[in-house]
Structures are given as structure tokens and as C-alpha cells.
């Protein structure tokens, strides 16, 4: 068992370190904070993206990512400023992006999630993950030194607990997990992706949400244009299996035939297409 998730684990590594490289970053070990707008920036390292927002009552970030990330991570944000990291919010409940926030415990921060994510997170078995001190259903809205951050509940999504991530003001989404811009996911990934949820949030925060900027929970490059065309793959990859579904055809004919030529650049696109096929399939069918 053990090996099984180290191997799992080296294979997220390679297939993103792939991508990134391909986009002119090659080690993924540097530290990364881009400012975002004044006050606000994202922060990137191990292939993991944080939303970082300092204002003069403290700081507030998003998913410590392991130990080793978030002792970088504070060690970055006070080059930023004394200020202390006051709120710790978590995308969702998954372990490599919830473990590590002691460090930001131990100087006061409270720690906020959706309420789903209160049991998954106590099952950590290496016990690196700090409960949420504070939870909400729907939606639950921040203020700090005049910055705002709104989080809402849209449903399953990638696990049961996603809090969808908006700076209304600033106009900055910060997308984990539901969003990855160009790219075919690996399909190992996808047993906890509810596509249809993922699309239905997809759609929510096409119609109800404004944003100029998208940060992107794993890479560094993304936008809304980005976010867009992953909005079209995700319905167009719905309307193919659905379409052939209702046509009489077995998931097997439909992993053959289906093709979104839209998308053929996107990396992986002939490897994983049949896998997210085969998962669309599923979560239309059973509702997970
Ligand atoms: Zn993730």
C-alpha cells in the first residue's frame, strides 16, 4: 500500500513537472510569489498554488501544501511583512494540500473550511493537518484591513468540500482542483472528481461570479481565457457522453469514439481522453 502511493505520488511530480517545464519553469523547488494586485499575490512551489493577501491587520493564505511548502511560505511572506498569518483557509479537505499548517497554528492563525471537510480532515493518519477552527455551509465572507475574500459552497465537486475561492473587489478567483488550464488530468486523479459537479461549479462561476485574474491551485499559468476553455471541455466532453449515452452506446464504444478536436493541444489529450470519457460516463450515470 505504501509503495502504491509513493508511486502515485512520483507520478503526479513527473506529469507536472512536464507541464511546468514546458512553460519555461524548471524547478519546482524555487519559491514563486507573484503580486496578483497591490496587497495580494499568489504564491507557487512544488506545484502547488497559494492565494496570499497581506493587509496591515495581518495576513491571510490558502492550503499550506506539506510542511516544507509552508515554512517557505512563511518565510517569503515576511520578506512581504511583520505582519502575523492571522486565517488559513482550506480549498478542500485533500491531504497534499491541507498538511502543513502548524507552523502558521503556532503564531495564532485560525483555520477555516466548508463544514464537509471537518471529518475528512480528522482522518489524517500522519496527523498533520490542523482542524478548522471556523466553518461554514454556503458561503462565508472574510474582511481584513479592507481586503474581502468570499467563499462558497457550490456543491461536490473534486471531493465533497471545495470552497470556491473569490476576492470580489480585486476580481481574483483562485481555482484548486476543478480547474487545471490545458492539460488532459491524469486519470488516476479522477476517482475523486465528480465531473458533473466539477461542471456545474464550472458553470456557476462562469454565470454568478466576476473576475479578471484566476490562479490556479497547481500551475502558474493561468487566466480567463483559460478558465473558459476548460469550462468548454468540460461541457463539450458532458454533451459528447451524454449525446452518445442517450444514442444506446456502452462507455466502452464511447472511450473509442469520442473526440474533442477543440482540444487536441491540450497536454495529454490522446493519452487521458478515453479515462475522462470513461469518468464522465460514471458521474452522469450515478451522480458522483
Ligand atoms: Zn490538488
Same mark, same amino acid.
Given at each position: 500500500?505504501?509503495?502504491?502511493?509513493?508511486?502515485? #505520488?512520483? @507520478?503526479?511530480?513527473?506529469?507536472?513537472?512536464?507541464?511546468? $517545464?514546458?512553460?519555461?519553469?524548471?524547478?519546482? $523547488? &524555487?519559491?514563486?510569489?507573484?503580486?496578483?494586485?497591490?496587497?495580494?499575490?499568489?504564491?507557487?512551489?512544488?506545484?502547488?498554488?497559494?492565494?496570499?493577501?497581506?493587509?496591515?491587520?495581518?495576513?491571510?493564505?490558502?492550503?499550506? $501544501?506539506?510542511?516544507?511548502? @509552508?515554512?517557505?511560505?512563511?518565510?517569503? !511572506? %515576511?520578506?512581504?511583512?511583520?505582519?502575523?498569518?492571522?486565517?488559513?483557509?482550506? $480549498?478542500?479537505?485533500?491531504?497534499?494540500?491541507?498538511?502543513?499548517?502548524?507552523?502558521?497554528?503556532?503564531?495564532?492563525?485560525?483555520?477555516?473550511?466548508?463544514?464537509?471537510?471537518?471529518?475528512?480532515?480528522?482522518?489524517?493518519?500522519?496527523?498533520?493537518?490542523?482542524?478548522?477552527?471556523? &466553518?461554514?455551509?454556503?458561503?462565508?465572507?472574510?474582511?481584513?484591513?479592507?481586503?474581502? !475574500?468570499?467563499? /462558497?459552497?457550490?456543491?461536490?465537486?473534486?471531493?465533497?468540500?471545495?470552497?470556491?475561492? /473569490?476576492?470580489?473587489?480585486?476580481?481574483?478567483?483562485?481555482?484548486?482542483? =476543478? +480547474?487545471?488550464?490545458?492539460?488532459?488530468? *491524469?486519470?488516476?486523479?479522477?476517482?475523486?472528481?465528480?465531473?458533473?459537479?466539477?461542471?456545474?461549479?464550472?458553470? %456557476?462561476?462562469?454565470?454568478?461570479?466576476?473576475?479578471? +485574474?484566476? !490562479?490556479?491551485? +497547481? &500551475?502558474?499559468?493561468?487566466?480567463?481565457?483559460? #478558465?473558459? *476553455?476548460?469550462? %468548454?471541455?468540460?461541457?463539450?466532453?458532458?454533451?459528447?457522453? =451524454?449525446?452518445?449515452?442517450?444514442?444506446?452506446?456502452? &462507455?466502452?464504444?464511447?472511450?473509442?469514439?469520442?473526440?474533442?478536436?477543440?482540444?487536441? +493541444? =491540450?497536454?495529454?489529450?490522446?493519452?487521458? #481522453?478515453?479515462?475522462?470519457?470513461?469518468?464522465?460516463?460514471?458521474?452522469? =450515470?450515478?451522480?458522483?
Amino acid at each position: 500500500m505504501k509503495s502504491m502511493i509513493k508511486i502515485v #505520488l512520483l @507520478a503526479t511530480v513527473f506529469s507536472l513537472s512536464s507541464l511546468v $517545464s514546458a512553460n519555461g519553469v524548471t524547478d519546482a $523547488s &524555487t519559491p514563486v510569489m507573484k503580486k496578483v494586485v497591490e496587497g495580494v499575490y499568489e504564491y507557487h512551489q512544488y506545484h502547488y498554488g497559494s492565494l496570499v493577501v497581506v493587509t496591515d491587520e495581518g495576513v491571510i493564505i490558502t492550503d499550506p $501544501s506539506r510542511e516544507p511548502r @509552508a515554512s517557505q511560505l512563511r518565510a517569503e !511572506i %515576511r520578506k512581504l511583512t511583520n505582519k502575523p498569518v492571522v486565517k488559513v483557509i482550506y $480549498s478542500h479537505d485533500h491531504f497534499d494540500h491541507s498538511r502543513g499548517g502548524q507552523i502558521f497554528k503556532d503564531e495564532g492563525a485560525e483555520f477555516i473550511a466548508q463544514e464537509n471537510c471537518v471529518e475528512l480532515l480528522s482522518r489524517d493518519l500522519k496527523n498533520k493537518v490542523i482542524p478548522a477552527d471556523i &466553518t461554514y455551509k454556503d458561503n462565508m465572507s472574510i474582511s481584513l484591513g479592507g481586503k474581502q !475574500i468570499d467563499l /462558497h459552497y457550490y456543491g461536490p465537486n473534486d471531493g465533497n468540500c471545495m470552497s470556491i475561492i /473569490h476576492m470580489p473587489k480585486e476580481k481574483i478567483l483562485l481555482a484548486v482542483d =476543478w +480547474h487545471l488550464p490545458g492539460y488532459v488530468n *491524469e486519470t488516476y486523479r479522477l476517482p475523486a472528481h465528480n465531473y458533473v459537479g466539477v461542471l456545474n461549479t464550472l458553470e %456557476r462561476v462562469h454565470k454568478e461570479l466576476d473576475f479578471e +485574474h484566476v !490562479i490556479s491551485g +497547481h &500551475t502558474q499559468e493561468s487566466s480567463v481565457e483559460a #478558465l473558459e *476553455e476548460d469550462y %468548454r471541455f468540460n461541457k463539450a466532453l458532458f454533451n459528447a457522453v =451524454w449525446k452518445g449515452m442517450q444514442a444506446g452506446k456502452s &462507455t466502452e464504444e464511447l472511450k473509442k469514439t469520442v473526440k474533442l478536436p477543440e482540444f487536441s +493541444h =491540450w497536454y495529454k489529450y490522446k493519452d487521458n #481522453l478515453p479515462g475522462h470519457v470513461e469518468r464522465m460516463a460514471y458521474s452522469i =450515470w450515478h451522480g458522483n
